[in-house]
């Protein structure tokens, strides 16, 4: 079992970036795909970004291509979220999770095994 616990998140006015970090218990974490997802009020979850186990694979939603960038460090248990040139689009509650089952990763939550308690992210315009 692994445990995650976001951070990063916060109020940021359009056109601002944040790092979003998410912190993985356990000394498994090479063994998952990670994916970061985020819920905006009203709307369903949604995948933003996923990472293969090693790092080299990665997918992103059309709607931040070019604009987000998921990572991985192994050694520090910890997948991260470069987010830049934000709009207010953007503000939702961020989750990362884990995925233990797929070959490379997924873009379908109900694939991902354990979840993050998520941060808030807001975009002023």
């Known amino acids: 079992q692994v445990q995650l616990v976001e951070s990063g998140g916060g109020l940021v006015q359009a056109g601002g970036s944040l790092r979003l970090s998410c912190a993985a218990s356990?000394?498994?974490?090479?063994?998952?795909?990670m994916g970061w997802f985020r819920q905006a009020s009203g709307k369903e979850r949604a995948i933003v970004a996923a990472?293969?186990?090693?790092?080299?694979?990665?997918t992103y939603a059309d709607s931040v291509k070019g604009r987000f960038t998921i990572s991985r460090d192994n050694a520090k248990n910890t997948v991260y979220l470069e987010m830049n040139s934000l709009n207010p689009e953007d503000t939702a509650v961020y989750y990362c999770?884990?995925?233990?089952?797929?070959?490379?990763?997924?873009?379908?939550?109900?694939?991902?095994?354990?979840w993050g308690q998520g941060t808030q992210v807001t975009v002023s315009s």
């Open positions: 999770a884990a995925d233990q089952k797929s070959g490379i990763y997924s873009t379908e939550a109900y694939r991902y095994d354990y």
């Open positions: 356990g000394r498994t974490f090479s063994r998952y795909a």
């Open positions: 990472i293969a186990r090693s790092g080299v694979s990665k």
